[in-house]
């Protein structure tokens, strides 16, 4: 099992910047995909970013590619989202999710473990 702790999330106004970081638990982590959703009041949980357990390919969303970008360090037992120009449309909760077993991609049933959340808020 993995436990996932995500930080970073904030109050930012729109064309800024902010840094996610999720923090995995246990040894075993570079065996997990990695990925990001978001989730706005009212709507469904979507997918942002993923990322894979080793050889560091990732896939992005449409709404964000080329303004976020995802990452791992497995030697810290993290995955970062750094986002740039933020949007008020970015503004949702943040999840952190793990995938084992050669699961992942972009669909939330592909995720076995999910972190709590954090909020980010972008003001126009």
């Given at each position: 099992?993995?436990?996932?702790?995500e930080?970073?999330?904030?109050?930012?106004?729109?064309?800024?910047?902010?840094?996610?970081?999720?923090?995995?638990?246990?040894?075993?982590?570079?065996?997990?995909?990695?990925?990001?959703?978001?989730?706005?009041?009212?709507?469904?949980r979507?997918?942002?970013?993923?990322?894979?357990?080793?050889?560091?390919?990732?896939y992005?969303?449409?709404s964000v590619?080329?303004?976020?970008?995802?990452?791992r360090?497995?030697?810290?037992?993290?995955?970062?989202?750094?986002?740039?120009?933020?949007?008020?449309?970015d503004?949702?909760?943040?999840?952190?999710?793990?995938?084992d077993?050669?699961?992942?991609?972009?669909?939330?049933s592909?995720?076995?473990?999910?972190?709590?959340?954090?909020?980010?808020?972008?003001?126009?």
């Amino acid at each position: 099992q993995v436990q996932l702790v995500e930080s970073g999330g904030g109050l930012v106004q729109a064309g800024g910047s902010l840094r996610l970081i999720c923090d995995a638990s246990g040894r075993t982590f570079r065996r997990y995909a990695m990925g990001w959703f978001r989730q706005a009041p009212g709507k469904e949980r979507e997918f942002v970013a993923c990322i894979s357990r080793s050889d560091g390919h990732t896939y992005y969303a449409d709404s964000v590619k080329g303004r976020f970008t995802i990452s791992r360090d497995n030697a810290k037992n993290t995955v970062y989202l750094q986002m740039n120009s933020l949007k008020p449309e970015d503004t949702a909760v943040y999840y952190c999710a793990a995938a084992d077993n050669y699961r992942g991609g972009s669909h939330p049933s592909g995720y076995d473990y999910w972190g709590q959340g954090t909020q980010v808020t972008v003001s126009s």
